[in-house]
């Protein structure tokens, strides 16, 4: 009987061994996992209900920001569409281009004796997207080199876009004659005239 009672080393050192090496597990387990999952949990952590608080005031006023660009965006896009109707109008509107050269030329002391008004066939027969021009053919008489000239700018100038294309001059009649080109849309830009 007193054999056995007698305990060898290793089953008197086998319970120690087996706590202590499940207090390794739990130390490597605690370092490796629970630590860095405490570290995001506690204040300043990315898991902590503060700095994720934090994070969706900050999303949320980047995509207030983000809204309120967008809308920038949108109204700059009809001004812009605005600045195209008036440049390039849609339709000839021939009379408004009657009465703006009749205003020009009463600016600059130049008298307009006749003015034509045809649609240009080599730009009308084109695939370009609904841009048509017109040939204006003017003659003006009463003028001096810098009225016409200073005439011709106010035209290049004007809100509605107009090329001159040529202009002749015979000293005997003391007529210049204008040929100039103006552009017109066939296609709607897509708001409302």
Excluded: C, H
Excluded at 104 to 113: C, E, M, S
Aim: no cysteine; aromatic share 10%; charged share 20%.
């Amino acid at each position: 009987m007193a054999e056995k009672t007698k305990k060898t080393t290793s089953e008197i050192l086998e319970p120690f061994l087996i706590v202590g090496v499940f207090a390794i597990v739990i130390y490597f387990g605690y370092v490796l996992l629970f630590q860095q999952l405490l570290e995001q949990l506690l204040p300043g952590g990315t898991s902590n209900a503060e700095t994720l608080q934090q994070q969706l005031l900050d999303r949320k006023a980047y995509f207030t920001s983000l809204t309120r660009l967008e809308a920038l965006y949108q109204d700059s896009q009809k001004d812009t569409t605005k600045q195209i109707e008036v440049l390039v109008p849609a339709g000839q509107g021939i009379p408004q281009i009657f009465a703006s050269y009749e205003a020009l030329a009463g600016r600059f002391d130049v008298k307009i004796q006749s003015i034509d008004v045809v649609s240009d066939k080599k730009v009308s027969k084109s695939s370009n997207g609904g841009l048509q021009s017109l040939l204006v053919s003017m003659k003006v008489a009463n003028a001096d080199y810098t009225s016409v000239k200073d005439f011709l700018d106010a035209i290049e100038k004007n809100i509605r876009i107009a090329d001159v294309q040529s202009i002749s001059f015979d000293p005997r009649s003391r007529f210049i004659d204008i040929t100039l080109r103006s552009y017109y849309r066939t296609i709607s830009t897509g708001t409302k005239q």
